[in-house]
């Protein structure tokens, strides 16, 4: 296919179900090919986000933690004032699916599910860097976490529980749901949870800005929304012009 009618598009791991889903639909409606890359919004692996960008890869559209997403605009890589909140997404927790679940109902449940478990993970992307600065803290078990918690380069939480490398894991809930061998036991208890926005953002030295603006549309389209809820995560439905 001619290259003027490709999109070089990046997504976090939250948006990455939704996208494979959605792309291709997209591509069916639209005479142009969705080149389709994935990293985590923060971090130094190989394949993060920022990494990738220290390497010199460049990209039409990002998808990524608002966060992480605001950082880009300001370090130039990412056009001022093109940022568009697709969706949110809440943190979850899964076991292998044939351990017992423990209870995190409640913040004092959850407190005992940590300490009880042998071994824990937690992303390696914002909702893990929450877990590992804040919660851990918050719930005044930071010195126990160190010792049996560990953050996940470059794969999905599920996939270490699977392999049998960690009893509990956290990650946002689309990250989860696709992983098979795993059962998601809940949400985080309403006082510690913590949602993201995960949102677009134009490549500053992009050439093809009009095709990116018509992407995000589709993206963040009534249409759209279903497939987002299906994917555990929930649309804002921006408005656009």
Do not use: W
């Not at 979850?92 to 913040?107: F, L, M, N, Q, W």
């Amino acid at each position: 296919m001619d290259q003027d009618k490709v999109v070089k598009v990046i997504t976090s791991g939250a948006f990455a179900a939704a996208l494979k889903q959605l792309v291709p639909i997209y591509e069916k409606e639209n005479s142009c090919k969705v080149d389709l890359s994935f990293g985590s919004s923060i971090g130094a692996a190989h394949d993060s986000i920022p990494t990738r960008l220290r390497n010199g890869e460049r990209f039409d559209l990002f998808i990524l933690a608002s966060s992480a997403l605001e950082g880009l605009i300001s370090q130039g890589l990412i056009k001022k004032g093109s940022r568009v909140d697709l969706v949110s997404s809440c943190i979850g927790a899964a076991v292998r699916i044939e351990d017992k679940a423990p209870d995190i109902s409640s913040v004092v449940a959850l407190k005992n599910a940590l300490l009880s478990a042998k071994s824990v993970a937690y992303s390696a992307s914002a909702s893990g860097t929450y877990i590992s600065t804040e919660l851990f803290q918050e719930l005044g078990i930071a010195e126990e976490m160190k010792l049996k918690a560990k953050r996940i380069f470059s794969e999905r939480v599920g996939t270490v529980l699977v392999r049998g490398e960690a009893d509990l894991g956290f990650q946002q809930i689309s990250e989860l749901l696709p992983i098979s061998g795993i059962k998601i036991i809940g949400e985080l208890p309403p006082e510690v949870q913590r949602s993201f926005f995960f949102s677009a953002g134009t490549g500053a030295a992009t050439e093809k800005e009009n095709t990116v603006n018509d992407l995000v549309k589709f993206l963040a389209s009534d249409a759209a929304g279903n497939i987002i809820r299906e994917t555990g995560l929930s649309p804002v439905f921006p408005k656009l012009n």
